[in-house]
């Protein structure tokens, strides 16, 4: 049965560069003279480090541990020693430089003894969640959310549909396009576990129409379990509130999650470290990353994480001659990279060059409102342009400044040339920045409440007005969640490139 | 590598600027021009061409005054469709010294005043119009005969002497009323339609001359909506509107209110609907907005049109509409991918 596909407003048709790279099979990009493993690969709190300088570490050893709830273990990605641990650059613009553990590798690529689950659909959800998590597996999708994260939240509420998103909607990046051609048996498998992981009702991986051999190879897999679903090639399609609302039609709630109403999305890449994970005990140590546009060998690698992104350049073909912009990601959401020497992280799915064009002289906004037929948000680009601009943060959010994923269409269609994105977020750093500000004394207030709240509560259970405390408990460990989710998300904003520039 | 300025994303861009934008609508305006010039002289096309002139000089000059980068801020080409607008809406024998003040209100009153283009509440051209009609009512009303009721249309020497010559002599063919000045003014009489549309200015639906240059601006508009460069909410719902009422009130009294395609066709209704309302800057901009910006506009142009002391109310209903544009826009915004209220 054929799902019923709902349009998501707004969207671009962009040419799509795909076809340099999604014919030709992946290559294995070398062992790199150093590898460089930051700590902090995924939104949350950094790993800790639990090995010393001039130890011996093998490949998928565990060098780092999870030091929180919302963060996720680091692995050697080849057999090696730790020649160093301490700041290195990581091509962040907000931080540049990040605490990261440097391994020279010893040319063996020898791997950690791993132990695998068996029979993974006999194991309690919870102890997959556990397994994924002690493999590092984070987003790979780009974001790169703790998937245990995400896993637990489907534990917790019900999971009417899982989605697992192949939709590489941004031009060039055929990686997820790649893996699922070679490796597709990892997806599907991958799409049952974590269907199995949060109990979902229905499965659903979802391609985008160009993408037809990877349809070819997962059709030859599924089953009546899961649902594949072709969607219209249209930026942004593999945005997660926009495949949602093609999937589904329902809209992820505005400040909301997914799982709220019920969905958990998980990119194919991740569905395959799962597999991975459970059934090899392998822990994540590379991803397919897509090096295109401006190298003479335009090719998706198969690249051990820490591996220097000039030396995936090198691979392809880079000439070094100095006048092109590197992209790190796809041309409208990327970030662009001022230096080649920072390390491929577990997000890194594309480093795109293109020739360093002077960008158009930005002219004041005309209102032509084209902007609003391209923003699959619907906002008003124009309106949270001008509060942005004028720092007025409450019209700004009023206009769900928010809501706002940065998918870049507006400024793609504006006749003015206005960096509308670079805008957005200058305004939430500033407004996040405040809210810092605000909460800092309130915190105070919030934790006398929350204490008065739980000694009242201890009180009551203790006459037996309440049984028990596990009500409690799951309260409380929800709010926490929540207030990791909140600070990652501060964290997030904070990593702003143009925040320094107050002006 | 070079340490260059972060460039933040997205890294492409459609290719879009308000130069091409500008340009497209100086073109889609030209079947109605040449129209013009067909029916009434060549008067027009000097007209547009020294409204232009002036208004791009006067851009520079401002520009300059202003501290802004003159070559990139003339190259949007804002100033010569205001231009072109204003040259449009007064008689084709305007003074040229009539027409340089129309020009100067428009450029430097209604838009560098506010902040130049983008920052102007008003359309530039109709407020210029409006400017000399309040100045200059007489030479506003002295319209270029109907085409046929004389021997000819102006010629390029009685053009250019009426334009650059004034005061002396005005020739015979310029003192006639358009055909929607001919109606209000019978209708003040206590004329009926029926005897008044015997009269020789009216054409088959609008006025003689008038109603093929509307088409034209017609055939233009329905080229920019094809391009994508003006959205149909405005033009639709103005044009609607318009019928609407003036349908209503033709149903009711068909002896004292005209047609509706009397309405579409006859003064700047096309012009208007296509080329005015719809300049983006002075607009509603959320798309629920535009459809009521229009409505309004279509609404008050017909009132203006038959109850006001003016005998066509385009100007006069755009500036009102610019007007209210930031109150329909407040009350107007889009409800967003997920925001509550949302029927799934
Ligand atoms: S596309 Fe650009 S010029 Fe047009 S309304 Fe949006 S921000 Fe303004
Ligand atoms: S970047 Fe934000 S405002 Fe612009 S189109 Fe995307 S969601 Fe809409």
Request: charged share 20%; glycine share 10%.
């Given at each position: 049965?054929?799902?019923?596909?709902?349009?998501?407003p707004?969207?671009?048709?962009?040419?799509?560069?795909?076809e340099?790279?999604?014919?030709?099979?992946?290559l294995?990009q070398?062992?790199?003279?150093?590898?460089?493993l930051?700590?902090?690969q995924?939104?949350?709190l950094?790993?800790?480090?639990?090995?010393?300088?001039?130890?011996?570490?093998r490949k998928g050893?565990?060098?780092?541990?999870?030091s929180?709830?919302?963060?996720?273990?680091v692995?050697?990605?080849?057999s090696?020693?730790i020649?160093?641990i301490g700041?290195?650059?990581?091509?962040?613009?907000?931080?540049p430089?990040?605490?990261?553990i440097v391994?020279?590798?010893?040319g063996?690529?020898?791997?950690f003894?791993?132990?695998?689950?068996?029979?993974?659909?006999?194991?309690?959800?919870?102890?997959?969640?556990?397994?994924?998590?002690?493999?590092?597996?984070?987003?790979?999708?780009?974001?790169?959310?703790?998937?245990h994260?995400k896993?637990?939240?489907g534990?917790?509420?019900?999971?009417?549909?899982?989605?697992?998103?192949?939709?590489?909607c941004e031009?060039?990046i055929?990686?997820d396009d790649?893996?699922?051609?070679?490796?597709a048996?990892?997806?599907?498998?991958?799409?049952r576990?974590?269907?199995?992981?949060?109990?979902?009702?229905?499965?659903?991986?979802?391609?985008?129409?160009?993408?037809?051999?990877?349809?070819?190879?997962?059709?030859?897999?599924?089953?009546d379990?899961i649902?594949?679903?072709k969607?219209?090639?249209?930026?942004?399609?593999?945005?997660?509130?926009?495949?949602?609302?093609?999937?589904?039609?329902?809209?992820?709630?505005?400040?909301?999650?997914?799982?709220?109403?019920?969905?958990?999305?998980?990119?194919?890449a991740?569905?395959?470290?799962v597999?991975?994970?459970?059934?090899r005990?392998?822990?994540?140590?590379?991803?397919?990353v897509?090096v295109?546009g401006?190298v003479?060998r335009?090719?998706?690698?198969?690249?051990?994480?820490?591996?220097?992104?000039?030396?995936?350049?090198r691979?392809?073909?880079?000439?070094?001659?100095?006048?092109a912009?590197?992209i790190l990601g796809?041309?409208?959401?990327?970030?662009?990279?001022?230096?080649?020497?920072i390390?491929?992280i577990?997000t890194?799915?594309?480093?795109?060059?293109?020739?360093?064009?002077?960008?158009?002289a930005?002219?004041?906004?005309?209102?032509?409102g084209?902007?609003?037929?391209?923003?699959?948000i619907?906002?008003?680009?124009?309106?949270?342009?001008?509060?942005?601009r004028?720092?007025?943060?409450?019209?700004?959010?009023?206009y769900?400044?928010?809501?706002?994923?940065?998918?870049g269409?507006?400024?793609?269609?504006?006749?003015?040339?206005?960096?509308l994105?670079q805008?957005?977020?200058?305004?939430?750093?500033?407004i996040?920045?405040?809210e810092r500000?605000r909460?800092?004394?309130d915190?105070?207030?919030?934790?006398?409440?929350?204490?008065?709240?739980?000694?009242?509560?201890?009180?009551?259970?203790?006459n037996?007005?309440?049984?028990?405390?596990?009500?409690?408990?799951?309260?409380?460990k929800?709010?926490?969640?929540?207030?990791?989710v909140?600070?990652?998300?501060?964290?997030?904003?904070?990593r702003?490139?143009?925040?320094?520039?107050?002006? | 590598?070079?340490?260059?300025a972060?460039?933040?994303?997205?890294?492409?861009?459609?290719?879009?600027?308000?130069?091409?934008?500008?340009?497209?609508?100086?073109l889609?305006?030209?079947?109605g021009?040449?129209?013009?010039?067909?029916y009434?002289?060549?008067?027009?096309?000097?007209?547009?061409?020294?409204?232009?002139?002036?208004?791009?000089?006067?851009?520079?000059l401002?520009?300059?005054?202003?501290?802004?980068?003159v070559?990139?801020?003339?190259?949007?080409?804002?100033?010569?469709?205001?231009?072109?607008?204003?040259a449009?809406?007064?008689?084709p024998?305007?003074?040229?010294?009539?027409?340089?003040?129309?020009?100067i209100?428009a450029?430097?009153?209604?838009?560098?005043?506010?902040?130049?283009?983008?920052?102007?509440?008003?359309?530039?051209?109709?407020?210029g119009?409006?400017?000399?009609?309040?100045?200059?009512?007489?030479?506003?009303?002295?319209?270029?005969?109907?085409?046929?009721?004389?021997e000819?249309?102006?010629?390029?020497g009685d053009?250019?002497?009426?334009?650059?010559?004034?005061?002396?002599?005005?020739?015979?063919?310029?003192?006639?009323?358009?055909a929607?000045?001919?109606?209000?003014?019978?209708l003040g009489?206590?004329?009926m339609?029926s005897e008044?549309?015997?009269?020789?200015v009216?054409?088959?639906?609008?006025?003689r001359?008038?109603e093929?240059?509307?088409?034209?601006?017609?055939?233009?508009?329905?080229?920019?909506?094809?391009?994508?460069i003006v959205?149909?909410h405005?033009?639709?719902?103005?044009l609607?509107?318009?019928?609407?009422?003036?349908?209503?009130?033709?149903?009711?009294?068909?002896?004292?209110?005209?047609?509706?395609i009397?309405?579409?066709?006859?003064?700047?209704?096309?012009?208007?609907?296509?080329?005015?309302a719809?300049?983006?800057?002075?607009?509603?901009?959320?798309?629920?907005?535009r459809?009521?910006?229009?409505?309004l506009?279509?609404?008050l142009?017909?009132?203006i049109r038959?109850?006001g002391?003016y005998?066509?109310?385009i100007?006069?209903?755009?500036?009102?509409?610019?007007?209210?544009?930031?109150?329909?826009?407040h009350h107007?915004?889009p409800?967003?991918?997920?925001?509550?209220?949302?029927?799934?």
């Amino acid at each position: 049965m054929m799902r019923a596909l709902h349009a998501f407003p707004g969207g671009l048709h962009l040419e799509t560069h795909k076809e340099k790279t999604c014919a030709e099979s992946s290559l294995l990009q070398p062992l790199p003279e150093r590898i460089v493993l930051p700590l902090q690969q995924h939104i949350g709190l950094p790993a800790e480090p639990i090995v010393g300088m001039g130890e011996r570490v093998r490949k998928g050893q565990m060098i780092a541990r999870a030091s929180g709830y919302v963060s996720v273990p680091v692995h050697a990605s080849t057999s090696g020693t730790i020649v160093d641990i301490g700041l290195h650059p990581v091509g962040n613009p907000a931080t540049p430089d990040a605490r990261c553990i440097v391994i020279e590798p010893d040319g063996r690529d020898e791997w950690f003894e791993i132990q695998p689950v068996h029979e993974y659909a006999s194991v309690d959800p919870r102890e997959l969640q556990a397994v994924i998590r002690d493999c590092g597996i984070a987003g790979l999708g780009g974001a790169g959310f703790p998937t245990h994260v995400k896993l637990n939240e489907g534990v917790e509420n019900a999971v009417d549909t899982l989605i697992i998103n192949g939709v590489e909607c941004e031009p060039y990046i055929t990686c997820d396009d790649r893996l699922i051609q070679e490796k597709a048996t990892y997806v599907v498998a991958g799409a049952r576990m974590i269907a199995h992981a949060v109990q979902a009702k229905h499965c659903v991986i979802a391609v985008e129409e160009d993408m037809p051999q990877s349809f070819a190879a997962l059709e030859k897999l599924v089953e009546d379990d899961i649902e594949l679903v072709k969607v219209p090639t249209r930026y942004p399609a593999g945005g997660e509130k926009q495949l949602i609302k093609m999937l589904t039609g329902f809209e992820v709630p505005s400040g909301g999650l997914s799982i709220h109403i019920g969905i958990v999305v998980h990119n194919v890449a991740t569905a395959a470290a799962v597999y991975r994970a459970v059934t090899r005990g392998e822990p994540q140590v590379s991803r397919y990353v897509t090096v295109t546009g401006d190298v003479d060998r335009p090719r998706n690698l198969q690249v051990l994480l820490g591996t220097p992104i000039h030396d995936c350049l090198r691979t392809c073909g880079f000439r070094e001659d100095g006048e092109a912009r590197i992209i790190l990601g796809g041309p409208m959401m990327g970030t662009h990279l001022r230096r080649l020497d920072i390390p491929v992280i577990k997000t890194t799915n594309c480093v795109l060059v293109q020739p360093a064009r002077e960008p158009a002289a930005e002219l004041p906004c005309i209102r032509c409102g084209d902007c609003v037929d391209v923003c699959p948000i619907k906002l008003l680009p124009q309106q949270l342009y001008w509060h942005a601009r004028s720092d007025d943060q409450d019209e700004a959010q009023r206009y769900h400044l928010f809501d706002c994923i940065e998918c870049g269409c507006c400024a793609y269609v504006c006749p003015s040339h206005i960096p509308l994105v670079q805008y957005y977020r200058h305004a939430k750093s500033r407004i996040a920045a405040a809210e810092r500000q605000r909460q800092g004394a309130d915190h105070a207030r919030t934790r006398f409440l929350a204490r008065n709240a739980r000694l009242d509560r201890q009180e009551r259970s203790r006459n037996g007005a309440l049984p028990a405390a596990a009500g409690a408990d799951i309260a409380e460990k929800r709010a926490y969640i929540s207030d990791a989710v909140e600070r990652v998300r501060d964290r997030r904003l904070q990593r702003d490139p143009n925040q320094g520039g107050d002006d | 590598m070079t340490e260059a300025a972060f460039i933040s994303s997205p890294h492409r861009h459609g290719g879009a600027t308000i130069t091409a934008v500008m340009l497209r609508v100086a073109l889609a305006l030209l079947p109605g021009i040449l129209l013009y010039a067909w029916y009434f002289g060549i008067g027009i096309l000097i007209q547009c061409v020294l409204a232009a002139c002036f208004a791009l000089a006067l851009e520079a000059l401002l520009l300059k005054l202003r501290g802004r980068p003159v070559g990139l801020f003339l190259r949007d080409g804002s100033a010569v469709v205001t231009g072109l607008l204003l040259a449009l809406c007064i008689p084709p024998t305007t003074p040229w010294w009539m027409v340089l003040t129309g020009i100067i209100f428009a450029i430097a009153a209604a838009k560098h005043a506010f902040g130049g283009i983008g920052y102007n509440p008003f359309n530039p051209a109709m407020a210029g119009f409006v400017f000399v009609l309040l100045c200059f009512p007489r030479e506003m009303n002295s319209w270029p005969a109907a085409p046929g009721t004389l021997e000819t249309g102006l010629g390029l020497g009685d053009s250019l002497r009426a334009i650059f010559l004034p005061g002396r002599e005005m020739v015979d063919a310029t003192s006639g009323a358009t055909a929607l000045g001919y109606m209000k003014s019978r209708l003040g009489l206590m004329g009926m339609i029926s005897e008044i549309r015997a009269d020789p200015v009216f054409g088959t639906f609008g006025g003689r001359g008038w109603e093929w240059i509307s088409a034209g601006f017609l055939a233009g508009g329905i080229a920019l909506l094809v391009m994508g460069i003006v959205k149909w909410h405005i033009p639709a719902a103005m044009l609607i509107a318009l019928t609407t009422v003036s349908t209503g009130f033709h149903l009711y009294d068909a002896d004292v209110y005209a047609s509706p395609i009397f309405h579409l066709f006859g003064g700047a209704t096309m012009l208007g609907a296509f080329f005015v309302a719809t300049d983006p800057v002075s607009a509603s901009t959320t798309p629920r907005g535009r459809l009521i910006y229009g409505a309004l506009i279509g609404t008050l142009t017909y009132v203006i049109r038959v109850w006001g002391a003016y005998p066509d109310g385009i100007a006069f209903a755009v500036l009102l509409g610019n007007a209210a544009a930031p109150l329909i826009d407040h009350h107007t915004r889009p409800r967003v991918l997920g925001e509550s209220g949302s029927g799934a």
